[in-house]
């Protein structure tokens, strides 16, 4: 009883303080949502200026013509008719792209899982060969390839100067339409590198009792692998295809690189803006051509078009092989 | 994992060997060997580019036009031709310029990101995130031809400026790998810090770039890297403003505008990638620091 008047005296006041603390509450609330904001305005400003913005004004000025020095002109569908009906280089471009996906992702996938393969079974000097296998990939894509290029110098570079000792003459490589996408690919698996780290990773962490209790069941080297290796990373496996397969979509620098020093080692007076594709268009990828007919031809209304095809056949082609993989990739843990 | 204290040993329990069979052994060695001879051939043809490079760089005119593979006389002043021939110092100067100033900002934009994206608690984050992934996958071609336009209103085209400014405001990668790092960092950390009354920036500063120090180095790493070697950029926006050039930029041009011989476009070649190889074996040390130094698993 003798607490009763404190009692009292505290409840004189309990609507007011109530409402205090909740106007207190709602006022840090707020202060939580302004923080959030403040941490979060870089991105918000920067996703809204350079990915959102740019992304509806694509789809807009594929509908238009632009060049550049006069405001964008609607133009209906006429970019796409075009792109489908009349466009011959289109085609070829896209056939060398899919040239890409096609053959190179999956040799470079394979040619990662292979050099990984060996550098984990290798008992001494890991680091080392690590450190050999990945630094291509690091070499600066511009520097990488002029070093290729001149290594595939039909005349006098040293891959067809050594072949030529063998008996065996070398083609023209760069030179040739139909040696320079494997030449290209060459290039691409040196730089197989930052895949080839992703699979020793993966290899390292598959668990040594299912080996062990493979092998007490009488698997073979081969029948470990195909049946305990292969499933274990099959996650990596995957990532490496999706991946792989957008850069070769992207492909642009060493295409570039390699048809403007091959076109200016053939012929002397080398003129830079015709060489794109060289030679005869066979590495003229897509993303090339976009670059020629938006920044070369200040085609821009059909760049954007192309753009746009672009954005919808890398959703599609990630969607296909994504969908495909449930029958084949195992998540540990039996989720699939 | 610097805090278990090593697991007590266990004596081993004997293990008597049986000499193994001899064809056994003689398998074993020869799979042995064929192991490792597809190693050592991968790793000739590996390393195989790189020495012709340099030895080219050697050689003089008129022998690197010949099939012969060895210099002789080594031709040590095809390296201070180079500057000769194209601005190299000016190139390196803008490439330092793009990379430095695009990496700093990248950490400036992308840290509070990935900090708001990991560490606070609020609706919608997890969509966000998810846009921050979308961001990632776009291919740049996409979104070029608007950018394009946009800067050229600004009058930036020509410059680097078009190519460092999206970075202050965050990079998409760098924003995901350093939110992935911040989930790993424990809650308590950060709780006690709020009980002794700090603020969020405060908590960001101190305990979360502390702790996450490697994570930090490695997307700065990744950004150098990255703008360093990066063509399609510099040649978009700076193509026709020789003043603005990079090395990647000048190099691709540097056989075809200069009409040089082959000895000194490898010389630049290789110049331009020993500060990258550099850099991988210094950093190389500081992954591994850093992955020991996180004493962040409990």
């Given amino acids: ?336 | 994992m610097s805090t278990h204290a090593p697991p007590v040993p266990v004596a081993p329990a004997p293990i008597v060997r049986r000499q193994l069979p001899r064809p056994v052994r003689r398998r074993r060695l020869l799979i042995a060997i064929a192991d490792h001879s597809l190693l050592i051939a991968a790793t000739i043809a590996f390393v195989f580019p790189f020495v012709f490079m340099v030895l080219t760089s050697l050689m003089t005119t008129d022998q690197a036009l010949s099939p012969k593979l060895w210099p002789e006389p080594f031709r040590w002043s095809n390296y201070g031709d180079v500057f000769d021939q194209a601005p190299m110092l000016r190139y390196a100067l803008n490439t330092l310029l793009y990379s430095g100033l695009a990496t700093i900002g990248m950490l400036v934009g992308s840290i509070p990101v990935a900090y708001a994206l990991s560490v606070l608690r609020w609706k919608g984050r997890d969509a966000v995130f998810l846009l921050v992934l979308v961001a990632m996958m776009l291919p740049p071609q996409v979104t070029i031809v608007p950018l394009y336009s946009f800067w050229a209103q600004l009058d930036m085209v020509g410059t680097l400026a078009p190519l460092i400014i999206p970075n202050w405001f965050g990079d998409a990668f760098s924003i995901f790998l350093l939110r992935q790092f911040f989930m790993t960092i424990p809650p308590s950390y950060i709780d006690s810090a709020r009980v002794d009354g700090a603020g969020e920036l405060r908590i960001l500063t101190t305990v979360v770039v502390r702790l996450a120090k490697p994570a930090i180095a490695a997307v700065a790493l990744f950004m150098f890297l990255f703008t360093f070697s990066d063509f399609f950029g510099p040649l978009l926006y700076a193509g026709d403003e020789e003043t603005n050039w990079t090395l990647s930029v000048g190099l691709a041009q540097f056989r075809t505008l200069h009409q040089v011989q082959w000895n000194i476009t490898m010389a630049a070649t290789v110049m331009v990638m020993i500060p990258v190889i550099l850099l991988f074996f210094a950093a190389q040390k500081a992954f591994v620091e850093g992955v020991t130094l996180t004493g962040v698993k409990e």
């Fill in chain 1, 1 to 336: 009883m003798s607490i009763a008047p404190a009692t009292t005296g505290a409840l004189d006041r309990p609507p007011s303080a109530a409402g205090d603390r909740r106007r207190a509450r709602k006022r840090a609330r707020w202060r939580r949502r302004l923080i959030v904001l403040g941490f979060m305005s870089p991105w918000v400003v920067g996703f809204g200026f350079f990915v959102a913005y740019p992304l509806i004004a694509t789809v807009y000025f594929s509908f238009t013509h632009y060049d550049l020095l006069e405001p964008a002109r609607w133009i209906g569908t006429a970019n796409y008719e075009y792109m489908f009906s009349e466009d011959r280089q289109i085609w070829g471009a896209v056939k060398n792209t899919l040239w890409l996906v096609a053959i190179m992702v999956p040799l470079k996938v394979l040619f990662a899982f292979g050099v990984a393969l060996m550098l984990t079974r290798a008992r001494r000097g890991i680091g080392f060969f690590r450190a050999i296998f990945y630094l291509p990939a690091l070499a600066p894509p511009v520097a990488a390839t002029l070093g290729f290029v001149y290594l595939l110098n039909p005349a006098t570079g040293p891959v067809n100067a050594v072949l030529g000792v063998v008996g065996i003459e070398g083609p023209l490589w760069f030179g040739d339409p139909g040696w320079s996408k494997p030449a290209l690919t060459l290039l691409l698996l040196w730089g197989v590198g930052n895949t080839m780290i992703i699979f020793v990773a993966a290899l390292v962490d598959v668990p040594r009792h299912l080996y062990e209790s493979a092998a007490l069941d009488g698997a073979g080297p081969l029948q470990r692998l195909r049946w305990v290796t292969l499933p274990a990373i099959s996650p990596v496996i995957l990532f490496s295809v999706v991946i792989g397969t957008i850069e070769a979509l992207q492909l642009f620098t060493q295409a570039y690189v390699a048809a403007q020093i091959a076109a200016g080692s053939a012929s002397s007076a080398g003129d830079p803006s015709n060489d794109l594709g060289y030679p005869e268009d066979s590495t003229l990828f897509y993303p090339v051509l976009l670059f020629q007919q938006g920044f070369r031809f200040f085609n821009m209304g059909y760049a954007a078009a192309m753009a746009v095809l672009m954005l919808v056949v890398t959703l599609a082609i990630t969607l296909v092989i994504v969908r495909n993989s449930r029958r084949w990739v195992h998540y540990a843990g039996g989720g699939r």
